[in-house]
């Protein structure tokens, strides 16, 4: 899911593309079928406050998001739409992007691998103190006994394993910050499904656009 989705109105209509078809517009303009509007089929023009909006793609590299809940999927991002704990994987990033996840190897601190997922960012990146503190205690929280490779299966009884890791470590750091834990569901009511609703949206609209070319929203 690398390509730019823009927007602009036509006809009554928002209209979804992929940047690149727009520039190919631009870059030749004696071309008339690929300046034709998808739905009227009439010229687009663009002109001044005309200017195709870009829609802000919910996937983020995690190994630039510190101190963050991220959500992958080794299916890749596309799988992200929906919320089923069998295509998902999550983990917990430290100030330097490293990732640390819990899996049927123990716990894994990847550099590498997570640059499409949904970031959670959790620590203010002015906060120093906090970050530190968040850093030293990750590092302490993963080498823990409860996260050898050996309890993956009976962790799993509890729901998944990865986002138990990730939960626990974060109402961890809650505890010391004097808050309340946060039950699985709570955290993911209040913390991932706003935003899995987004990524709903971009993935359908990007599927739409990989098959007919674009996606229309009639908002007349
Ligand atoms: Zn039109």
Same mark, same amino acid.
């Given at each position: ?32 079928? @690929?300046? =034709? ?7 687009? %023009?663009?002109?001044?406050?005309? =200017?195709?909006? %870009?829609? %802000?793609?919910?996937? +983020?590299? =995690?190994?630039?998001?510190?101190? =963050? ?8 991002? !596309? ?6 704990? %069998? ?39 002015? @906060? ?16 823990? !006994? ?9 962790? @799993? ?15 961890? +750091? ?6 309340? !834990? ?39």
């Amino acid at each position: 899911m690398d390509q730019t989705v823009i927007k602009y109105r036509h006809c009554g209509r928002d209209i979804y593309t992929f940047s690149c078809s727009l520039y190919s517009f631009t870059q030749q303009t004696d071309d008339v079928d @690929r300046s =034709a509007c998808p739905i009227c089929h009439h010229t687009l %023009t663009f002109g001044l406050f005309d =200017a195709p909006v %870009t829609l %802000t793609c919910p996937f +983020m590299n =995690a190994h630039q998001v510190s101190c =963050a809940f991220v959500i992958g999927s080794v299916h890749g991002p !596309s799988y992200l739409g929906e919320w089923h704990d %069998t295509e998902i994987h999550v983990g917990v990033s430290n100030s330097e992007g490293l990732v640390y996840n819990y899996t049927l190897s123990g716990v894994k601190r990847d550099d590498l691998g997570w640059e499409q997922c949904v970031c959670v960012q959790l620590v203010p990146p002015w @906060r120093h103190d906090l970050r530190e503190s968040w850093d030293r205690n990750l590092e302490e929280f993963s080498v823990l !006994s409860e996260w050898v490779s050996e309890r993956f299966e009976e962790e @799993r009884e509890f729901g998944s394993c990865c986002y138990g890791f990730a939960l626990t470590f974060i109402n961890r +750091m809650r505890s010391l910050d004097g808050k309340l !834990s946060l039950s699985r569901d709570q955290f993911t009511g209040s913390y991932i499904l706003p935003r899995m609703k987004t990524v709903s949206t971009y993935i359908k609209i990007y599927h739409t656009i990989l098959q007919h070319g674009f996606y229309k929203l009639d908002n007349t």
